[in-house]
């Protein structure tokens, strides 16, 4: 089973930054989960943010997320995933997203840097890298990309969980489907996260599987 330290996902320069300076609207708030849409300067797509209180600590919620084989399954529209390389606090991810029709597939290579904070929670910088894989016939490479998992502990075991993301996804996508994609990708993504973490119990063992990369 693949695993890595210091992942997820699926996918904002400095969180705490934008946090304060964007203007950030109510979308959707459906069973518990909380969608904020907001317009970036120079682009014809939206940026999102997702908020939800999930009832698992921080350590399972990061494991989900390091588990490649789970992290696929419950990151929205993930065909793939797989661990490139290691650096320091930072992993390379290479990710295949097979988007609704008439969209083609799209793949990209993430950075995901990840930064423990005072609180016990967890913050993971993604960002779109460009060169270190070679371009796959018939799919679209995602060039652009930045965004942000945050994971805030509140309570004995809930944290709150923060997926916010803005890309540019190249080649031609209808309107509809991107204005459908920044709704649909933080809330299923959001609830399926939820409903497997939840399942888990806290298991933090049964959430590795096979063991952690070195």
């Not at 270190?132 to 995602?142: A, F, K």
Request: one cysteine or more; a negative charge.
């Amino acid at each position: 089973m693949k695993t890595l330290p210091g992942l997820c996902a699926v996918l904002l320069t400095v969180f705490s930054t934008c946090s304060i300076a964007r203007d950030w609207q109510l979308a959707k708030d459906e069973d518990g989960i909380k969608v904020y849409l907001n317009r970036v300067p120079h682009s014809q797509y939206q940026s999102f943010r997702g908020v939800a209180l999930i009832k698992a600590d921080v350590p399972t919620l990061s494991h989900l997320q390091e588990n490649l084989t789970i992290a696929c399954k419950w990151l929205y529209a993930c065909a793939d995933m797989r661990l490139l390389k290691i650096e320091g606090d930072s992993t390379f991810v290479y990710l295949t997203t097979e988007l609704p029709w008439p969209a083609n597939t799209r793949d990209m290579v993430l950075r995901v840097r990840t930064e423990q904070t005072d609180d016990g929670g967890v913050v993971r910088h993604l960002s779109a890298v460009n060169g270190m894989q070679p371009e796959v016939p018939g799919v679209i490479r995602v060039e652009q990309l930045e965004g942000v998992w945050q994971m805030v502990p509140k309570g004995e075991r809930e944290t709150e969980v923060t997926y916010q993301l803005q890309a540019e996804p190249a080649g031609d996508i209808p309107s509809w489907l991107a204005n459908r994609f920044v709704i649909d990708a933080p809330m299923v993504t959001l609830k399926t996260l939820r409903a497997v973490a939840e399942h888990q119990g806290g298991h933090s063992a049964d959430v590795e599987g096979g063991g952690r990369t070195p």
